[in-house]
């Protein structure tokens, strides 16, 4: 009886499914669908050729909606087009232009708009996906002045997937021209936009309302990006900024820093007692003896004492932090320097001797404290997962008030900052990798872990022999990084050459 009826209720139930019919769109009867479709969807119908937007294209939707990001104000954007953006499909941001003529103009950034797009076609004008076709009358505007998230795009994102960010509102953050404009160049024209991670093409209409005005040297650019066709006949991202107010400055100096962090070995294989070592390149002539400078490590594993957060930053010491100081020695600009262990082996016991590198400071750490703070110890860097760091300084002095020149973090995992009161943490320099002041909302970080200040190296695994090679190009006229760095693992062996740490991936300089 029990198999009776268990068969009994899965026929009835195939019944009620099988008189149940999906209409035209796939849907089952009493569903209904929505009148709004995402953008994402709709850049999703096109794949060459032009697509009359139709109910039954658009699955049974007619409308789009959206924040307006286009202000054609400084007449810097492609005439007649209202762009539009959202986040309707997948909380993935898309935007998409709308051939409008003159009342595009109409609306602002801001702008909330309801937009009937049944009827209109979806094609590329003039290069840039569209949708065309339309009246004004098209247009709906549901409320203003609702606030647009800054969207940070670096741009290598936007030169690899163009598609994706076009008709989308960006911000550059950090972007300085490449090369650099000449003293009489002003904004007007084509130039190339970088933020150390790629040179994005950058356009000023010869008749915008700033197109006279002199570029920054360095700020953030708040820009729409659209497509045109390069000379491969693939579409190639162009990024345009709509008024004078999109773009921040952020710095008129130039601040070279002479030395910068290129590489370090944080566990060797085998023991670590002097074997560890850091790897640094000068960008200027220097004789340490004229201007010292010096290096300190932290070590934030749980064990590490003082414990708690770093009372007195970098210049904590005890079993924390361990400074050397550079005080005599020469390094040539644009080479390679070295400071660490006594040993000046490759990867601990029994390796390639690399003696015949500059070594500015090298002595015995396991039986000899740092330069003025830091216990002797057996491993300089953290190996249990947590945050080490490593940091360069003008001088030696250093406390909790001392700002390095550079500086580059492994891990997050410690006591590493508190805003307390009192604040305490390992202050940052800028650099590729960090900000003093948040690049966006203009408040002071100074800290590591503070604001923006989140990216780190990765750990990598113990008792390997990996050396992090940090690779990327420093101007030196400009004194910022073009091509910021990134974390190359380097699993040496015992008989590894200089030449593989010193090698190709290897940071290089540029003028």
């Known amino acids: 009886m029990k198999k009776l009826e268990t068969y009994f209720i899965i026929l009835l139930c195939l019944s009620f499914i099988a008189g149940c019919k999906k209409d035209k769109y796939g849907n089952y009867p009493g569903g209904r669908i929505g009148p709004f479709i995402a953008i994402y969807d709709v850049r999703d119908?096109?794949?060459?050729?032009?697509?009359?937007?139709?109910?039954?294209?658009?699955?049974?939707?007619?409308?789009?909606?959206?924040?307006?990001?286009?202000?054609?104000?400084?007449?810097?954007?492609?005439?007649?087009?209202?762009?539009?953006?959202?986040?309707?499909?997948?909380?993935?941001?898309?935007?998409i232009s709308i051939a409008l003529g003159a009342r595009a103009?109409?609306?602002?950034?801001?702008?909330?708009?309801?937009?009937?797009?049944?009827?209109?076609?979806?094609?590329?004008?003039?290069?840039?996906?569209?949708?065309?076709?339309?009246?004004?009358a098209a247009v709906n505007k549901v409320s203003s002045g609702n606030e647009i998230p800054v969207n940070r795009v670096p741009a290598h994102h936007i030169l690899a997937n163009p598609d994706k960010y076009e008709s989308v509102l960006s911000v550059i953050v950090k972007g300085g021209f490449n090369p650099v404009p000449g003293p009489n160049e002003v904004l007007a024209g084509n130039k190339l936009l970088n933020d150390g991670f790629g040179d994005l093409p950058f356009h000023t209409e010869a008749t915008a309302t700033f197109a006279n005005n002199k570029p920054f040297f360095l700020a953030n650019y708040y820009g729409i990006v659209f497509s045109v066709m390069g000379a491969d006949k693939?579409?190639?991202?162009?990024?345009?900024?709509?008024?004078?107010?999109?773009?921040?400055?952020?710095?008129?100096?130039?601040?070279?820093?002479?030395i910068i962090i290129t590489g370090f070995i944080s566990d060797v294989k085998g023991g670590d007692g002097n074997y560890e070592y850091a790897q640094f390149m000068a960008t200027r002539e220097i004789d340490f003896s004229a201007t010292p400078f010096s290096v300190v490590v932290t070590n934030n594993a749980n064990a590490s004492v003082p414990t708690g957060f770093p009372v007195n930053g970098w210049g904590t010491g005890g079993a924390r932090t361990f400074k050397f100081n550079l005080t005599s020695g020469t390094a040539a600009k644009g080479t390679f320097f070295y400071v660490g262990g006594a040993a000046k082996m490759i990867?601990?016991?029994?390796?390639?001797?690399?003696?015949?590198?500059?070594?500015?400071?090298?002595?015995?750490?396991?039986?000899?404290?740092?330069?003025?703070?830091?216990?002797?110890?057996?491993?300089?860097?953290?190996?249990?997962?947590?945050a080490s760091g490593l940091a360069v300084f003008e001088g030696t002095t250093?406390?909790?008030?001392?700002?390095?020149?550079?500086?580059?973090?492994?891990?997050?995992?410690?006591?590493?900052?508190?805003?307390?009161?009192?604040?305490?943490?390992?202050?940052?320099a800028n650099t590729d990798f960090y900000d003093i002041k948040n690049p966006i909302t203009l408040q002071d970080q100074p800290f590591y872990r503070q604001g923006s200040n989140t990216l780190n190296m990765v750990y990598t695994t113990a008792d390997m022999g990996y050396f992090y090679k940090m690779g990327g190009a420093y101007n030196v006229t400009l004194g910022r990084w073009m091509q910021a760095r990134t974390q190359t693992n380097v699993l040496l062996e015992k008989t590894s050459t200089l030449a593989e740490i010193e090698g190709e991936g290897s940071t290089v300089l540029l003028q």
């Open 45 to 95: 119908l096109y794949h060459g050729e032009d697509i009359a937007l139709t109910k039954e294209r658009l699955y049974g939707s007619s409308s789009i909606t959206g924040v307006v990001v286009s202000d054609h104000s400084g007449k810097n954007l492609p005439e007649g087009l209202l762009v539009i953006q959202d986040r309707r499909r997948l909380n993935e941001l898309r935007g």
């Open 105 to 136: 103009a109409d609306y602002v950034p801001g702008d909330s708009v309801i937009v009937n797009i049944e009827g209109g076609t979806l094609k590329r004008v003039n290069d840039i996906l569209q949708i065309t076709g339309l009246n004004a």
């Open 234 to 258: 693939q579409l190639k991202p162009q990024f345009r900024v709509r008024t004078a107010d999109d773009i921040v400055l952020l710095s008129s100096t130039v601040n070279v820093s002479p």
């Open 347 to 386: 990867n601990g016991a029994n390796s390639t001797s690399i003696a015949n590198a500059n070594w500015i400071r090298s002595f015995n750490y396991v039986n000899t404290g740092g330069d003025g703070f830091g216990n002797a110890t057996s491993g300089l860097f953290a190996n249990s997962g947590n």
């Open 398 to 428: 250093v406390n909790a008030s001392t700002t390095p020149i550079d500086v580059l973090f492994v891990a997050t995992g410690g006591s590493l900052y508190t805003p307390g009161p009192p604040e305490r943490g390992y202050r940052i």
